[in-house]
C-alpha cells in the first residue's frame, strides 16, 4: 500500500459517438461485410463494444476493385500538390478528434489513455503532416525524377498500435500516389472505422482508402489478390514468412515489419536514474505488447544488483488498471490469448531456472491482466531471453565487456532495435556501430519520429517504414523505364534543379 492514494480521474467516454454495428469501408461509403460478424470487446472488462462485419473474399475483391478504379480514374491523375491537400485535410481531422481518437483506442485495445492521447494520437497526426508535405516533392524522394506510384497497395496491421500502424501504412501510400485496401487486426479494428469517418470528412475521393475488417484469412485475401500490386505487413514473424512464401514470384513489392527481442544495454558509467527510467518504458509501455521493445535488459555485471533494487522500486510505484484511468501506467492486455501467451512463457521462463519477481499490483476482477514482472539469471540459451514474450515481462543477463555486451546483443534472431546507455560519446558509436539491429537509441528508449526510418535486420523483416526511406517502399524508381532527352528537358524544373545541385555536391 502506498502512502498516497491516486483518486480515480477516469476520461469520459460520451465524446464517443459508436455505432453498435460497423460495416466495411468500401469506395468511400460504409457496406455491410458477407463473412460472419464479431464482437469487439473491452480487454478491460469484457464489455461488448460493438459489432464488426467480417470481409469475406468477394468483399476483399469488391474493395480491391474499388482501390483500382480510384487509382486508375482519380488518385494517379492529381498532382501530388492536391493529394497534399487531402493528407493534411486527415492530419488536421485528426487533431480535432484526438480526444476521441484517443477513448476509441483505449477502450478497445487496453492501452493507458495517457498513451494513446499523448503519444499515439499525436504521433498518429504528425504522420499525416509528414507524408502531406512529401506529396508534390518524390522527385527529391532518392529515386530519380518523377517516380512512379505502384498502383494498389495492400496492407495487413497488428493490434498493439491500432491507429498508429495504420497511419504508417496509409499516409506514405497516399503521398506517393498508391490506392491502399487496408485489414486491422481483428481485435482492434474500431479506431481504423472512426477513422473512415474521418475519411468521409475530408472527402477524400471514393476508393482511395477501403478498410476490410476480419480475422487472418481476410488478410490472407488481401495480399494474395492479384490486382495488388504492393503488399505491406506488420505483425508476427510466423505470419510475415508465410506472406513472404505465398507472394514470391507474383512480381508484388513487400515490406515486412516483424517482431523483435531488443537488447536495452547499461554500462556501469551511465546515468542509473535516467537509465531505469528507459528501462521502464522500454518494456513496460504499452504493457510491453511493442515489437521494438527492450525485452531483454543487458546489465554489466558490477552495477546488476543497484540497477534491479532500484528498477523493482520503480516498478512498485506503477499503476496498474482501468485504461481510460489518467493516472493508469500499465493498462489491460489486449486479449485472452495474448495474456494466455504470455502466461505460458512466463512459466517457461520459471522451469527453466530463472528467477522471477512481480510487481504486487490488485489485479481486477474481469478483464485481461498481467502485472509488470522481471526475471533475473536468465541464460541466453533460455527461451524467455529468445523468443518475443510480447507482454510486460523483462528478462536480465549480464556482461562484463563491451565486447561480450555486443556478442550478446546480437545473439538473436532478430534485429529491430537496441538501446545504449552510458556517458560515453565515443562508447555510443563503437557499440552502436556493431549493432545489428535496424534502430538504435542511446541513452534513451522507444522515441519515433515520422522522419525516421523504422525496420529490422533478419527475422524483424525487411523494407523500411517513416522518412524518405519509407517513401521508396510505395514508388517504383523512374530509373526502372528509359528515360530520353526529351524527357529529361520535360522533367520538371526543380527535378533538374535536384540533378544539378546533386552533381555540384560530389564535386
Ligand atoms: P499477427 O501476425 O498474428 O497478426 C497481424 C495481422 O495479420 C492481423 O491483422 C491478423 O489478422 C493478420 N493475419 C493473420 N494471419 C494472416 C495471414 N495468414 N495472412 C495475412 N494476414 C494475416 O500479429 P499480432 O499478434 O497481431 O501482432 C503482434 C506482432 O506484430 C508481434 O510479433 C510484433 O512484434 C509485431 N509488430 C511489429 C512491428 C514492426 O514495426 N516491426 C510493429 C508492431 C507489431
Not at 517513416?466 to 529529361?488: F, K, M, Q, V
Amino acid at each position: 500500500m502506498s502512502f498516497l492514494e491516486y483518486a480515480p480521474a477516469p476520461e469520459s467516454r460520451s465524446i464517443l459517438n459508436l455505432r453498435d454495428a460497423y460495416g466495411l469501408f468500401i469506395d468511400g461509403e460504409f457496406v455491410e461485410g458477407t463473412g460472419t460478424s464479431f464482437a469487439t470487446i473491452s480487454p478491460a472488462d469484457e464489455t461488448h463494444i460493438a459489432t464488426i462485419s467480417a470481409a469475406s473474399e468477394a468483399d476483399v475483391d469488391r474493395a480491391v476493385a474499388a482501390a483500382r478504379r480510384a487509382y486508375d480514374r482519380t488518385w494517379s491523375k492529381m498532382s501530388g500538390r492536391d493529394r497534399g491537400k487531402y493528407l493534411y485535410r486527415i492530419a488536421r481531422l485528426i487533431q480535432e478528434r484526438a480526444r476521441e481518437l484517443a477513448v476509441a483506442e483505449s477502450l478497445d485495445n487496453g492501452k493507458p489513455i495517457k498513451e494513446s492521447r499523448d503519444v499515439d494520437v499525436p504521433l498518429v497526426a504528425a504522420w499525416f503532416f509528414y507524408y502531406a508535405g512529401w506529396a508534390d516533392k518524390l522527385d527529391y524522394a532518392g529515386l530519380g525524377a518523377d517516380p512512379r506510384a505502384l498502383g494498389v497497395a495492400g496492407q495487413v496491421i497488428p493490434w498493439n498500435f491500432p491507429l498508429l500502424m495504420l497511419a504508417w501504412k496509409i499516409a506514405p501510400a497516399l503521398a506517393a500516389g498508391n490506392t491502399v485496401v487496408i485489414k486491422p487486426a481483428e481485435t482492434t479494428s474500431l479506431s481504423a472505422l472512426v477513422f473512415a469517418e474521418i475519411l468521409q470528412q475530408a472527402d477524400l475521393p471514393p476508393g482511395v482508402v477501403n478498410i476490410v475488417t476480419g480475422a487472418g484469412a481476410t488478410g490472407a485475401a488481401v495480399v494474395s489478390h492479384p490486382d495488388v500490386d504492393k503488399v505491406a505487413f506488420t505483425g508476427s514473424t510466423g505470419v510475415g514468412r508465410a506472406i513472404a512464401k505465398e507472394i514470391a514470384g507474383s512480381g508484388k513489392k513487400l515490406t515486412l515489419e516483424l517482431g523483435g527481442k531488443a537488447a536495452n544495454i547499461v554500462f556501469d558509467d551511465a546515468p542509473i536514474d535516467q537509465a531505469i527510467e528507459g528501462i521502464v518504458n522500454g518494456i513496460f509501455f504499452n504493457q510491453g505488447h511493442v515489437c521494438c521493445a527492450g525485452s531483454r535488459l543487458l546489465v554489466q555485471e558490477n552495477v546488476h544488483d543497484e540497477v534491479i533494487d532500484r528498477l523493482k522500486q520503480r516498478l512498485s510505484t506503477l499503476r496498474l488498471g482501468d485504461p481510460l484511468d489518467k493516472n493508469t501506467d500499465i493498462g489491460a492486455i489486449n486479449s485472452r490469448e495474448q495474456l494466455e501467451r504470455i502466461r505460458a512463457l512466463s512459466k517457461i521462463g520459471e522451469d527453466e531456472g530463472a528467477e522471477r519477481w512481480t510487481a504486487d499490483c490488485v489485479i481486477p476482477d474481469s478483464g485481461f491482466w498481467f502485472a509488470p514482472t522481471i526475471f533475473t539469471n536468465v541464460q541466453a540459451s533460455h527461451r524467455i531471453a529468445r523468443e518475443e514474450i510480447f507482454g510486460p515481462v523483462l528478462s536480465v543477463l549480464t556482461f562484463r565487456t563491451p565486447a561480450e555486451a555486443i556478442a550478446k546483443a546480437n545473439n538473436t534472431p532478430y534485429g529491430l532495435s537496441a538501446g545504449i546507455w552510458t556517458d560515453k560519446g565515443s562508447r555510443i558509436l563503437a557499440v552502436a556501430d556493431r549493432l545489428r539491429a535496424g534502430v538504435i537509441w542511446a541513452n534513451t528508449f522507444n522515441r519515433f519520429d515520422p522522419a525516421s526510418p523504422f525496420g529490422g535486420y533478419k527475422e524483424s523483416g525487411y523494407g523500411r517504414e517513416g522518412g524518405r526511406h519509407g517513401l521508396a517502399a510505395y514508388l517504383a524508381p523512374s530509373s526502372t523505364r528509359p528515360r530520353t532527352r526529351a524527357a529529361i528537358a520535360a522533367a520538371p524544373a526543380a527535378a533538374r534543379t535536384s540533378r544539378t545541385a546533386k552533381k555540384g555536391a560530389k564535386r
